[in-house]
């Protein structure tokens, strides 16, 4: 897959998350629980997280991969934890109308936007390595 079928896999699915949150912090402004980090709901955490990872995917973006990961890393954390949390009964994530918590699709959204990406932005430069610097296929 050529580098514009990554970044557009990658949207589409932060894309995905970014309703998912939205749908949530929309809840909570009106008054639905949301896991909180200090003072902060973690559903606006995740929504923002979301966003920067659609925005890193922008083509002319220097650095694409460090302002990918600022996004990354808190959804990815709070998805984590958010899945642990509910199977030792630590916490409670909001569920979707059929019951499902919404952290395990979090959780199974970000790992496959990191595969996605790993494949983006670190493969990339593993193929110009192993091609003596000459630009992969």
Request: charged share 10%.
């Amino acid at each position: 897959m050529k580098p514009l079928g990554f970044r557009l896999s990658i949207v589409i699915l932060a894309s995905l998350g970014i309703v998912g949150a939205g749908n949530i912090s929309r809840a909570h402004w009106l008054g639905e629980p949301c896991p909180v980090i200090g003072v902060v709901p973690a559903c606006y955490v995740v929504l923002i997280g979301y966003c920067v990872i659609v925005l890193s995917m922008h083509p002319r973006l220097r650095r694409a991969s460090v302002f990918f990961l600022l996004g990354w890393i808190p959804v990815a954390t709070l998805a984590f934890f958010g899945v642990i949390g509910e199977l030792t009964n630590w916490l409670e994530c909001p569920r979707t109308d059929t019951g499902i918590p919404q952290c395990y699709i979090s959780l199974s959204l970000v790992l496959l936007i990191g595969l996605l990406s790993w494949f983006l932005f670190i493969g990339r430069t593993a193929s110009f390595k192993a091609n003596d610097g000459k630009k992969g296929s």
